[in-house]
Each structure stands twice: as structure tokens, then as C-alpha cells.
């Protein structure tokens, strides 16, 4: 049985994966956590902690549930006392493509990210079309790299991944540098910010006098249909005032050089940013 030591296991993300992968028998999990808050909430799932002393001699597997700013750290203390042959799983690119990740060559580095459950899904049961995250009840896909590593730790590190994240449908492999391009770059400098851009108009909408049950209605709706329409899921295209509409519009909202944040110097600088956001 492969032995886990998951690292801010009473975290945000920690919790989550605790709370999926406490009932399986292929992993034998050791919850390291040094907040009392994360101790408290880890009892009440009957969850005791372990040191990371002795977590670590144990650990076949350490995942690393813990803030981009912090794995820096982390890592320097506890990478030097990992046993030959550890999987450390990080949970995010941003500390790998930072570079931030100690040398050392007789452990394996596997990064792994969800895709959260898709935005044209097929569930149906109730809990599961509100598990907006996945790792619940909702299906969802992964992306996976062999950071650093034999060819054979890809598999096991995939298989760990699909248990945290579980239900898994798809398990895509690909760079370190890819999964950087998609976060931070694709879905949050550049998505989130165009969707909270959305959210301020939404309620300069409601400022105009829209009710704002009426707006997000409308908006909501719109949003599916349009997302369908641009990502080729519905199967027709804008209406000809539409186009006219987006055509006019664009060049007042975006600036002509907007896909600067899509390349990979920008991508680099944010990825350091994030790394380092404790000092800054």
C-alpha cells in the first residue's frame, strides 16, 4: 500500500482531498497540519494528524496542499529528509515553472491540476451540478506532467491524481509549461478578469434600474447560449446584430495589445509573482 503524507491536509484543498480519499484502501493517507483550525476541522471527519517528522519517513507520496507563496519553503526544509525515490505531487504549475523546486535527482516531481467539471456537463443529480469545484460528486477532467522523474512515476502519480480528484473522465498530459499557459495565464489573468469586467456591467445594469433578479436571469441565460455559440457547441452562429455589436464594441473595451498577457514572459512574471507573494 502506497503511503501518503498530505501536506496542509486541513486546508482548503487539503480538506477536500481528505475528505475523497479518506475511505480508500489502495493509500494509506498521513494528514500533516500545523494550523488549529485545519486540526479541528480534520477531527471532525475522525481524522488525527501526524508530525511531519514522521510523516516524511513514512511518505512513499507527498502531496503538497499548501500556498504557492509557501511551497518555496516547504520544500527547502523537508525535500533534503525525503526517503530515494518520493513522489512529491504539487497541486498547481506555478512553483515548478517558478523554478522553485529543490534539485534533487533521486525523487520524482508530478504536477497535477483539475479541470473542474465542465461547463457542458451531463450530471443530473442535484449535489452534483452544485459540487462547482469537483472532487465531490461531480465528474470532472485533469491535466498531469512527470515534472522530474523516471517514465514509470507518471503512472503513479496519474493514479494518485485521479483518486484526489475523483470522478475523473479524462486525464490529459502535458508540459509544465502548457499547464502554466492555461493557469495562471488562460483562466485567471485573462478569463476571470474578462468575467469579473462582466459582473461589474451586470450591476451597472442594475444600477440603471434592471432588477437584479431580472438581470441575472437574462444574463445567465445569455452567457450559456453565447458560450455554446462561440466554443461551437450549438451549432449556429450570432445573429448578423450581434456581430455588429461585438465588432463595434471590441475595440472600446480591449485594447489593440491584449494578448501581451498570453505570452510567456508575461505568463513567467506571474507565475514569480505568485510564488513569491509572501515577500512582495
Request: glycine share 8%.
Amino acid at each position: 500500500m502506497t503511503t501518503i503524507a498530505l501536506m496542509g491536509a486541513g486546508g482548503k484543498i487539503g480538506f477536500r482531498i481528505a475528505s475523497n480519499m479518506e475511505n480508500n484502501s489502495d493509500y494509506k493517507l498521513l494528514y500533516v497540519e500545523v494550523s488549529q483550525d485545519g486540526t479541528e476541522r480534520l477531527s471532525q471527519l475522525g481524522l488525527s494528524t501526524t508530525s511531519t517528522t514522521e510523516a516524511l519517513i513514512q511518505a512513499d507520496v507527498v502531496i503538497l496542499a499548501v500556498p504557492d507563496a509557501l511551497i518555496g519553503k516547504i520544500c527547502a526544509e523537508i525535500v533534503p529528509t525525503l526517503n530515494s525515490g518520493t513522489i512529491v505531487i504539487g497541486l498547481d504549475p506555478a512553483a515548478a515553472y517558478a523554478g522553485v523546486f529543490p534539485q534533487r535527482e533521486d525523487i520524482s516531481y508530478f504536477i497535477s491540476h483539475p479541470c473542474h467539471p465542465p461547463l457542458f456537463g451531463d450530471e443530473t443529480d442535484p449535489e452534483a451540478k452544485r459540487d462547482w469545484f469537483g472532487g465531490i460528486k461531480a465528474k470532472q477532467n485533469i491535466v498531469c506532467d512527470l515534472f522530474q522523474g523516471p517514465e514509470e512515476d507518471y503512472a503513479r502519480g496519474e493514479a494518485i491524481a485521479r483518486a484526489i480528484f475523483a470522478p475523473v473522465m479524462r486525464a490529459h498530459r502535458i508540459t509544465t509549461e502548457q499547464m502554466a499557459i492555461l493557469e495562471p495565464g488562460l483562466v485567471e489573468t485573462l478569463s476571470a478578469t474578462c468575467l469579473s469586467i462582466i459582473r461589474e456591467a451586470m450591476d451597472e445594469a442594475i444600477n440603471l434600474g434592471v432588477p437584479e433578479q431580472a438581470a441575472r436571469d437574462f444574463l445567465f441565460g445569455h452567457l450559456r447560449i453565447e458560450l455554446a455559440i462561440i466554443f461551437g457547441e450549438a451549432g449556429f452562429p450570432f445573429s448578423d446584430g450581434a456581430l455588429l455589436a461585438i465588432e463595434q464594441a471590441k475595440e472600446k473595451i480591449f485594447r489593440s495589445d491584449w494578448k501581451q498577457v498570453m505570452t510567456l514572459e508575461s505568463i513567467q512574471q506571474s507565475v514569480k509573482n505568485i510564488t513569491q507573494a509572501n515577500a512582495l
